[in-house]
């Protein structure tokens, strides 16, 4: 039975309904979310959970239950839009009165969740550099507002693949271990079973206890090692093969690889993980402290993630017909972020054993790969190849200073619209203030590189026309040929 008055073809939801009736009406859809919603609050909700939304609204409880309600049933209006000719049999069961307005509500395929809020292109590319488990860009709450954030962790890992790069040293971050040895092992001639019992050896010989493994061969803990460690414990196994080959199909072999050699060859370091360090608890010698610090990123003013509703169309369809073949939305963001990340000299020079001429390069190469490496996610569907605007360099001698906070507040748009200018004087701003508290002491170096030279950064030490030559200077005071800073 239909509602009154209400033309009804308009459709709301048809995924799981049968294809040979119509879809569900959106009218009915969005009166079941508000009917929902009023269910909520009636039996859910507490008293003081009701009285403290509609304190939040500034009205009474019973004004409240219907805004509540209200906001529920126009939660997909959006849908009515060029949403409704995205699937054919939703079209097809469209009223000819609906079809005579189409003229009016238009047939672009816009994202139902964003129809009605377009935003203004922003000056940064869109991008997802760093998704949270929902697959929305990260966020965070600072000063009041909320920023967009890129982890550590997702920056850390494009740095250290080039550094990598570099200096022609890879490690890995794996559980593939006992797997990677199984192949190796494979390759060698090894049959397959006595090649897997082999590589789960290796992580049961591990020190003291081993490393326990899972199913597929994988350790239950992540290594961190040299790519070039796996032919070693590769060649301990050819070694052991014929105490290997007797104990295979026993319930408790035991460790039957040597722990101290397996531990010292899962202890190896390369330049990055004197640089990143390492832990695990397993084998706590093989801990490293790391001498690098990388802080969170963040948009140096207010942003919130937005949706993209997108299509791809079926190549094949027949010319009589239309629709796309799927459709579906993603989350993305743009904005100007602060980045920070700190070296400590002396630890570095420490975790290189001494050498440091090693310890230059693997300090410049980081430098380098800090300004001009991206996260990877979503690259292909936002490529988003932009630089720095500015970098900032200091040598300090007591403690590492980050400068996050200078956009506590958020920075606001210039008269342009951007952000990209008036978070580089908000930057330059702090500084000054900071170099004024700290007398400039214990800094023997500081200097920047700016895409926008005109502007007058004082506060951010000498000019540098490229970040090469800027990174060169700060290497050499940190580093000087005569000995290291601490």
């Given amino acids: ?92 069961h469209l009223s000819e009165a609906f079809l005579a307005d189409v003229g009016k509500i238009g047939v ?3 994202g139902h969740d964003v129809a009605g809020m377009q935003a203004a292109s922003a000056a940064v590319p869109a991008a997802n550099l760093n998704r949270d488990d929902l697959g929305s860009p990260k966020q965070v709450q600072y000063g009041g507002a909320s920023r967009i954030r890129v982890s550590s962790q997702s920056w850390k890992r494009v740095i250290r693949q080039g550094v990598e790069r570099d200096l022609g040293e890879r490690a890995a971050r794996t559980r593939m271990v006992p797997v990677k040895v199984r192949q190796a092992l494979e390759r060698a001639g090894w049959p397959q079973e006595l090649a897997a019992f082999a590589g789960a050896q290796v992580a049961a010989s591990a020190g003291k206890k081993g490393i326990g493994t899972e199913k597929a061969g994988h350790t239950s803990v992540l290594l961190f090692l040299p790519e070039a460690a796996i032919e070693e414990l590769a060649a301990v196994c050819e ?54 610090q990388v802080a969170h990123a963040f948009t140096t003013h207010a942003s919130e993630p937005q949706r993209d509703y997108f299509t791809a169309v079926d190549d094949w369809l027949g010319e009589a ?115 004024r508290l700290t007398g400039e002491r214990h800094r023997p170096f500081h200097g920047h590189a700016t895409i926008a030279p005109d502007e007058q950064l004082t506060a951010l030490g000498t000019a540098h026309d490229s970040f090469e030559t800027l990174i060169e200077a700060a290497v050499a005071a940190a580093l000087p040929e005569t000995g290291a800073q601490q």
Avoid at 275 to 281: Q, V, W
Avoid at 394 to 407: D, G, K, M
């Fill in 1 to 92: 039975m239909g509602l009154p008055g209400l033309d009804e073809s308009a459709w709301g939801k048809s995924r799981g309904l049968d294809l040979g009736g119509p879809p569900y009406p959106l009218v009915r859809h969005l009166l079941d979310a508000a009917a929902m919603a009023v269910h909520l609050w009636d039996v859910y909700l507490s008293e003081n959970q009701r009285r403290a939304i509609a304190g939040g609204l500034k009205c009474s409880l019973e004004r409240a239950r219907g805004v509540v309600a209200l906001c529920a049933g126009l939660h997909d209006i959006g849908k009515l839009s060029g949403f409704q000719f995205c699937s054919r049999h939703g079209r097809d």
């Fill in 239 to 292: 070694e052991h093969r014929d105490e290997l080959a007797k104990a295979q199909g026993k319930k408790t072999p035991g460790q039957l690889l040597p722990p101290a050699r397996i531990e010292e060859i899962l202890k190896r370091r390369t330049a990055s993980i004197s640089l990143l360090g390492r832990m695990l608890a397993e084998l706590p010698d093989a801990n490293v402290d790391g001498a690098a």
């Fill in 108 to 110: 672009e395929r816009v």
């Fill in 321 to 435: 017909e239309t629709g796309s073949g799927h459709l579906d939305t993603a989350e993305f963001s743009s904005g100007v972020f602060y980045r920070y990340a700190t070296v400590n000299i002396a630890d570095l020079v420490k975790n290189l054993e001494g050498d440091q001429k090693a310890a230059r390069t693997v300090l410049a190469s980081f430098a380098e790969h800090f300004l001009m490496s991206l996260p990877q996610a979503k690259k292909n569907s936002t490529a988003p190849h932009t630089l720095p605007d500015l970098a900032y360099l200091a040598v300090r001698e007591h403690r590492p200073l980050s400068l996050a906070a200078a956009f506590e507040a958020p920075v606001t748009a210039d008269a342009t619209g951007g952000y990209a200018r008036p978070s580089r004087h908000a930057l330059a701003s702090y500084t000054a203030n900071i170099n």
